[in-house]
């Protein structure tokens, strides 16, 4: 490797950690599952029951299908599917939902 090809890895390495690394000061906001990697994080609000759901709602609406096409290939009915974090931004909040024919 000649002096030149080192000096290029080296300079785009420095430039990719300074990149990934970012420029701010703040902290990053992890609004799901503790806050931060400690989970230390607290909200005020109480949890919901675990005796009684407040709410129902659906999101995918093949699941059902998903786990009958899976059925052949694992001997079970498995739904190997993953879902987007819900995306918070002030007091509004968005969340991935599937659509389509069945």
């Known amino acids: 490797m000649t002096r030149f090809h080192l000096f290029a890895t080296l300079s785009l390495l420095a430039i990719s950690l300074v990149l990934l ?17 400690q989970h230390t994080g607290m909200v005020d609000i109480p949890a919901q029951p675990l005796d009684h759901k407040l709410e ?14 899976n059925k052949p290939l694992y001997g079970y009915p498995v739904l190997n599917a993953h879902y987007q974090s819900t995306l918070i931004d002030g ?3 968005y969340m991935m939902k599937k659509d389509g024919a069945k």
């Open 91 to 93: 007091d509004s909040f």
């Open 56 to 69: 129902d709602i659906v999101y995918d609406d093949f699941v059902q299908q998903e786990k009958a096409e």
């Open 21 to 37: 690394t970012g420029f701010s000061k703040q902290r990053p906001f992890w609004s799901q599952w503790g806050r931060n990697p």
